[in-house]
């Protein structure tokens, strides 16, 4: 039997779909509704309730464009950021980490995919910690 670390490590990553699914169940709305909201603030398109469900459902295989995203990321009320984020870790198997070490700086790192979610807190926190004591020598000179 699998260890659960070997089961964390083995079960398919769907950060988007997953993401999209619980957001329609926790505001209790339709993919239509979701849709009708979901409109790319630099060139006004829109995505279509079917390609959100295709997102959601697993059934999309190619990375969305960035305009999918964006017009995406309105329809939820989240930053394109995140999207962008589940997109890559979904898409391309391809993990990032962004911590932030100060009011307005923040630490991106990439993170393999193969880590566990405890490894993966670790990596962000050891960033961090890395981020602050470059930053101590400069504010205690100043």
Do not use: N
């Amino acid at each position: 039997m699998p260890s659960s670390q070997q089961q964390d490590r083995e079960a398919p990553r769907r950060p988007l779909s997953d993401f999209i699914s619980a957001h329609v169940v926790s505001k209790d709305i339709s993919y239509k509704a979701l849709a009708a909201r979901s409109e790319d603030p630099v060139t006004g398109q829109q995505v279509t309730d079917q390609w959100i469900r295709d997102v959601a459902s697993g059934r999309l295989r190619r990375t969305p464009d960035l305009w999918r995203l964006r017009a995406l990321a309105a329809g939820l009320g989240v930053d394109l950021d995140e999207i962008r984020a589940r997109a890559i870790q979904q898409y391309l198997d391809y993990e990032v980490a962004t911590v932030q070490t100060g009011d307005a700086e923040w630490v991106t790192v990439s993170v393999p995919p193969s880590l566990t979610p405890e490894e993966r807190r670790r990596v962000a926190e050891m960033a961090s910690e890395i981020a602050r004591m470059m930053d101590k020598p400069q504010r205690d000179g100043q």
